[in-house]
């Protein structure tokens, strides 16, 4: 009799640490994988009213789901560099701004519209770093699929997109190739220049 | 954050091309996008690309050949064939192109794979008439990618400078010796020159698509090309392995460098990690080329060592493999 009450004790105690566990990863916010579900689905949704919504529909419709799920600012950081410290203050808010202003840009232009895309959750791994890597792959009717992997990390309580690495090429690292190449060869106006040609252009077509 | 994708039905078709292999190696061999304009100046060595100002003039030759002769003929190309015979054409090279994946497969131990591909060889060269229809992809036997570069990678042969040549486009130390070997190997080099025109025809109409994506995303097209190349190929001699931790170390190096650099150390770190990398690094601006330049060469002549070695290694390892085969 005693040793069903401690045993019944014991599953009680389980069950009410399950319950507080739960309740702590709800409170605690999103999880990676979340996150960047969440995110996906914001696109394809975006995606099915593609055409309806125009470019200036799309980008209006993407600057949230974008902003919140990318850590646009420390992406902007990285991709410079070290140029970063040589930066002021006004300029790396500009940079900050552009470059949140061309990310959601070119989603805009480049998830115009749908024809039976989808993603697919694969796996989930932790980086010996603290971060997460969600791999997934965007499924195409009729043709290869291509790899996806996120790689994020903690802010907060909730979980930040940091790169995307697209069958193998990463976002990140090619862009901080560029950045920073253009900043030491032709400096920091050169790099606005060209960063708003950009997005004029994904804005025209 | 922008991200390399496709956009609409047709267009995605396209897109998704850029990111076979096939395309983006035949895109980046004819690699077009204009870098004239831009002010020739020494930049601080990047340790893959020591040979950055020679790349960059070989870049924008072949930039020039590709819009004045390679892109309108192939235009016309696409012009005045039907769909389905640029696809029977794609479909015929990338068949030939088997010959050597299966080579390469049993090169680098994959021994399953090597059966698959072998089995989509002949599934396609036989139902798939001459290799003119893909019959393979719909019995599940997808296309592999693997050439003597990647198998040369997985003996441990280190990669080398990146170098842009002339009309072939960007490759490295390494992928030179590949790239002769993968020539040999392939059935289509040992016909007349009608057949060698359209397959450099077909290479740049199947390139049309990763050129439209450099042109639209790239800020400066030669280090856009660059990247994604150095990237592309170690993703494929990895087969995929590689990505996760090197990213994590990227991040991880753009923190350190706000450390270094708050601490007052920030550049002189980058010139160590630069002398590490075998690279000299020297402060004085006028041998710095030169010592870049003799380092390099010295480098190239290794990995060429580093091959020869290879393949004596290789040869002790069959040698090996045969008599444990002769014990059991």
């Keep these: 009799m005693v040793l069903k009450n401690v045993k019944s004790a014991v599953v009680f105690m389980f069950l009410l640490f399950a319950t507080v566990n739960a309740f702590a990863v709800e409170e605690g916010g999103a999880t990676a994988r979340q996150v960047v579900e969440k995110f996906q689905a914001d696109l394809i949704a975006v995606m099915k009213d593609g055409k309806k919504l125009g470019y200036a529909g799309r980008y209006e419709k993407l600057k949230d789901p974008v902003s919140n799920s990318h850590e646009l600012t420390k992406i902007a950081r990285i991709v410079v560099g070290k140029e970063w410290e040589k930066l002021s203050e006004e300029q790396q808010q500009k940079l900050v701004d552009v470059f949140s202003r061309l990310s959601i840009a070119s989603y805009a232009h480049n998830f115009k519209d749908y024809s039976g895309e989808s993603f697919v959750f694969d796996s989930e791994e932790e980086t010996t770093r603290g971060g997460v890597v969600v791999h997934s792959h965007f499924v195409v009717p009729d043709d290869k699929p291509v790899k996806f992997d996120y790689m994020l990390k903690e802010k907060g309580n909730s979980w930040r997109i940091i790169n995307i690495i697209a069958n193998g090429v990463s976002d990140l690292a090619l862009k901080r190739s560029e950045y920073t190449t253009i900043l030491q060869r032709e400096g920091f106006d050169a790099l606005m220049t060209k960063i708003n040609e950009k997005i004029d252009n994904y804005s025209k077509q | ?328």
């Design chain 2, 1 to 328: 954050m922008p991200m390399n994708r496709p956009h609409n039905g047709k267009r995605s078709v396209k897109m998704q091309q850029t990111f076979s292999g096939i395309l983006i190696g035949a895109a980046i061999a004819l690699s077009g996008c204009a870098t004239t304009g831009v002010v020739e100046q020494p930049t601080v060595a990047n340790k893959t690309d020591p040979y950055e100002n020679f790349n960059r003039k070989m870049f924008g030759f072949n930039d020039h050949v590709d819009n004045y002769v390679a892109e309108p003929i192939s235009n016309a190309y696409k012009w005045i064939t039907p769909q389905f015979m640029q696809t029977g054409v794609f479909n015929f090279f990338n068949n030939l192109k088997n010959v050597n994946v299966v080579i390469n497969d049993v090169l680098q131990a994959k021994f399953s794979q090597s059966a698959e591909d072998t089995g989509r060889l002949a599934i396609n060269s036989t139902v798939g008439l001459g290799g003119l229809f893909d019959v393979a992809k719909h019995v599940g036997l997808e296309q592999n990618e693997e050439d003597f570069d990647q198998t040369l990678a997985v003996w441990g042969v280190p990669q080398g400078s990146y170098l842009v040549l002339p009309i072939l486009g960007p490759s490295t130390a390494r992928g030179i010796p590949g790239a002769v070997f993968d020539t040999a190997a392939n059935p289509a080099s040992y016909v007349g020159m009608p057949v060698q025109l359209v397959s450099m025809l077909n290479a740049r109409a199947s390139a049309e698509g990763a050129l439209k994506f450099i042109d639209e995303a790239a800020l400066d097209p030669y280090v856009f090309t660059r990247e994604s190349f150095l990237q592309w190929r170690n993703n494929l001699a990895t087969d995929g392995k590689a990505e996760a931790s090197d990213v994590d170390g990227l991040d991880d190096e753009a923190l350190d460098g706000d450390k270094g650099v708050a601490s007052g150390q920030g550049s002189s770190g980058d010139v160590n990690a630069g002398n590490k990398a075998g690279l000299a690094l020297s402060l004085d601006a006028n041998t710095k080329e030169i010592r870049q330049v003799s380092h390099s060469f010295s480098s190239v002549a290794q990995s060429f060592d580093n091959t020869a070695k290879s393949f004596e290694d290789a040869g002790t390892k069959v040698d090996a493999f045969k008599k444990s085969k002769r014990l059991r």
